[in-house]
C-alpha cells in the first residue's frame, strides 16, 4: 500500500506535544486538538441554511487544529432531525461561505461532517410527510424530537439497488458543494447509528443483495461512498468517522467488531483518506488494532464515560496512542479550548438546556479565559 496524505509523525521516544503545529492531510494545522462534530439544530427549516450566528460560532472556535462541523445532510431525504443543516441546495452552499470564510479568516482549518440519518427519521421531520429509508425495513426501538413532540420511530422504507447508487451520488454532489462553499474537506459519518454505519450491522441491515450478508457486503456502501467522493474532490480532503460497538440509535453491532471493522480499514485505507476519526466504545483493544491497520493519520474521540474527555486525555496524544484527540462537548463552553488546556485554566460546563435548538445564548455567549 502506498500512502501519499501528511501524517503525524509518531513518537520515537520523546512525547508528542499536543500543542505544537503539525503536518495533517495536504496541509499544516495549529494543534492536535480536534473540534468534534456537534449537533446544535440552529440551522431553521424549510431552508435549512448556515446562518451569521453559525459562522460566528465556528469562528469562535477556530484555534482548533481542526473543527468538524454538525451532520449536515447530502440530501433532502437524508435529514433525521429538525432545524439540522443540508449541503444539497445552490442556497445552502451560499450560506456555508460565511462559515469557512470567517473560520479561515481567524487562521483554522474546517472540514463538514456529511451526515446521512437513514432508518434515524419521522414523516413529521422529512419531505413530504415521506417514511424514512434504510438499508432494511427495521424499525428502530425510541421516539424522536419531531415538530409534533416526541414519536416513536416508524418503519423506515428499504432502499431498492438504484436507491443506493443514488445516495452515492448525492454524497458526491455534497461534497462537491462542500468544496464550493471554502471547506478544506468532509469528514464521512460511518458512526452513531446512521446511513453508513446501518450498512455495516447485521442488525439494520438484513439485505440478501450486494449491498448486505457477507462483510465484504456490508462494508461496499461505506467504501463505495468513500471511493466516490474521493475521485470527486480528492482523497486528501476526505476524512472518515466510525465507532465500533456503540449502541446509539438502536445499532447492535454483535461482540466480534474486529470482523467487521479491520476490513473496513483495511479497504479504506487503500483509498489513502486523509484521516479515520474513532468514537471510541469498545474498549481500547480494538482501538489499537484499528489504528494498526490504518496508514494515514488517526484521530480519536476516546471513551472516558461517565466524565466527558478534558485535558488528562492529551496523554493519549503525548504517548502515540493517537496522532490527535477530538473533543465534544468541552468545546461548546471553551471556545478557546486548545489554550486553556495549554496553560491549566479550568474549563466551563456547558448548559445542557441550550445544547438543541433556540437562539444564540448558550450558543456564541461562552467567554474566552
Not at 14 to 32: M, S
Not at 37 to 42: A, V
Not at 103 to 116: E, K, N, P, R
Amino acid at each position: 500500500m502506498t500512502t501519499h496524505q501528511a501524517t503525524p509523525e509518531r513518537p520515537s521516544g520523546a512525547p508528542v506535544d499536543p500543542f505544537a503545529p503539525v503536518a495533517f492531510a495536504a496541509t499544516t494545522i495549529a494543534n492536535r486538538i480536534v473540534m468534534s462534530p456537534m449537533t446544535r439544530s440552529r440551522a431553521p427549516e424549510p431552508a435549512r441554511t448556515a446562518t451569521p450566528s453559525m459562522a460566528v460560532y465556528y469562528s469562535q472556535r477556530a484555534s482548533a487544529g481542526l473543527i468538524v462541523t454538525e451532520g449536515t445532510s447530502p440530501s433532502e431525504e437524508g435529514n433525521g432531525y429538525t432545524n439540522t443543516p443540508g449541503i444539497y441546495s445552490a442556497e445552502q452552499t451560499e450560506s456555508w461561505k460565511q462559515v469557512t470564510s470567517a473560520v479561515h479568516a481567524a487562521g483554522g482549518t474546517i472540514f463538514m461532517q456529511l451526515m446521512h440519518a437513514g432508518r434515524i427519521g419521522h414523516p413529521d421531520i422529512g419531505t413530504n410527510g415521506l417514511a424514512p429509508i434504510g438499508p432494511s425495513a427495521v424499525i428502530p426501538s425510541g421516539q424522536t424530537f419531531t415538530h409534533s413532540g416526541m414519536q416513536d420511530y416508524v418503519e423506515p422504507r428499504a432502499f431498492s439497488d438504484s436507491e443506493v447508487e443514488q445516495t452515492i451520488a448525492d454524497f458526491v454532489a455534497a461534497a462537491r458543494n462542500a468544496i464550493d462553499a471554502g471547506f478544506d474537506g468532509v469528514e464521512l459519518h460511518g458512526a452513531s447509528g446512521y446511513l453508513i454505519h446501518q450498512f455495516l450491522s447485521e442488525h439494520t441491515n438484513r439485505r440478501t443483495d450486494r449491498w448486505g450478508g457477507s462483510v465484504e457486503n456490508r462494508i461496499r456502501f461505506a467504501v463505495e461512498v468513500a471511493a466516490a467522493v474521493s475521485a470527486a474532490i480528492g482523497a486528501d480532503r476526505v476524512g472518515f468517522r466510525i465507532s465500533p460497538g456503540i449502541p446509539l440509535n438502536d445499532v447492535n453491532e454483535g461482540e466480534d467488531l474486529a470482523a467487521t471493522y479491520l476490513p473496513l480499514v483495511a479497504r479504506l485505507g487503500e483509498l489513502d483518506l486523509a484521516y479515520l476519526h474513532e468514537m471510541e466504545a469498545a474498549g481500547r483493544d480494538l482501538t489499537t488494532a484499528v489504528r494498526a491497520a490504518w496508514p494515514n493519520a488517526f484521530v480519536l474521540n476516546p471513551l472516558t464515560s461517565p466524565r466527558p474527555t478534558g485535558p488528562e486525555d492529551l496523554a493519549l496524544v503525548e504517548d502515540g496512542t493517537t496522532d490527535l484527540m477530538s473533543f465534544g462537548a468541552a468545546f461548546i463552553a471553551n471556545p478557546d479550548l486548545p489554550e486553556r488546556m495549554r496553560v491549566g485554566t479550568e474549563l466551563a460546563q456547558a448548559d445542557g438546556a441550550t445544547m438543541y435548538g433556540g437562539g444564540d445564548a448558550g450558543y456564541i455567549d461562552y467567554p474566552r479565559a
